[in-house]
């Protein structure tokens, strides 16, 4: 509790304690200096709190809802295909036997799959980028895979990326995470006769981790 020495009380010493200055300013002076070094030593603390709040909130992103359109959107466009729209029907993402791979299977309803198998390079973390072609310590390659089921075409990554926007644990299910990000990718027949592009993004893929 704040005492202000001008208006309030005097002990019983204060007489003994005044005459220890020269003047009685001096120790008002140093009283009041006392007090706002205290209000400013708790000034700091509470700043200090909030610092570390605002800190653990934004790592910890598992607190978010889950998204209301999780799965993957694309288009694919070249070749074979005519500004096709690719949207899941179903999906698998497995890791390696040591977790420093990943694979995301995808399948239309029309039979068509798109797979991005990832390496090693960069982890799996938000920001990391997959380059097409790409080969890691444990002679991985990072690469795209697209199977047109009519006509029956196999078209495999010739350049582009994956960006992974964001790998959240599962806000409520245990061992679960939460992978999103983006592509940019263009993809060949093995004779070259066609090349398309894959263009789009996946939200919220769930898998074990």
Do not use: W
């Amino acid at each position: 509790m704040y005492i202000d020495p001008l208006t309030s009380p005097k002990p019983n010493n204060y007489t003994n304690l005044t005459k220890q200055f020269s003047r009685p300013s001096d120790f008002y002076s140093i009283v009041f200096k006392a007090t706002t070094m205290k209000h400013l030593h708790l000034l700091q603390i509470f700043v200090l709190a909030l610092f570390m709040m605002s800190c653990s909130d934004d790592d910890n992103d598992s607190t978010q809802p889950l998204n209301d359109n999780p799965g993957m959107a694309a288009t694919i466009n070249g070749g074979t295909f005519n500004d096709y729209t690719f949207t899941d029907g179903t999906y698998n993402i497995s890791l390696g036997t040591n977790g420093n791979t990943m694979s995301i299977d995808i399948a239309d309803l029309s039979g068509n799959q798109v797979t991005l198998f990832l390496n090693g390079t960069g982890d799996f973390d938000s920001g990391t980028v997959k380059t097409m072609g790409d080969i890691d310590s444990n002679n991985f390659i990072t690469y795209a895979l697209i199977r047109q089921a009519s006509p029956q075409n196999s078209y495999y990554s010739s350049s582009g990326n994956v960006t992974i926007t964001s790998n959240r644990a599962h806000p409520t299910e245990t061992g679960i995470r939460l992978i999103s990000g983006d592509f940019d990718i263009t993809a060949s027949t093995l004779d070259d006769a066609n090349t398309t592009t894959l263009i789009g993004s996946f939200t919220e893929l769930e898998y074990e981790n």
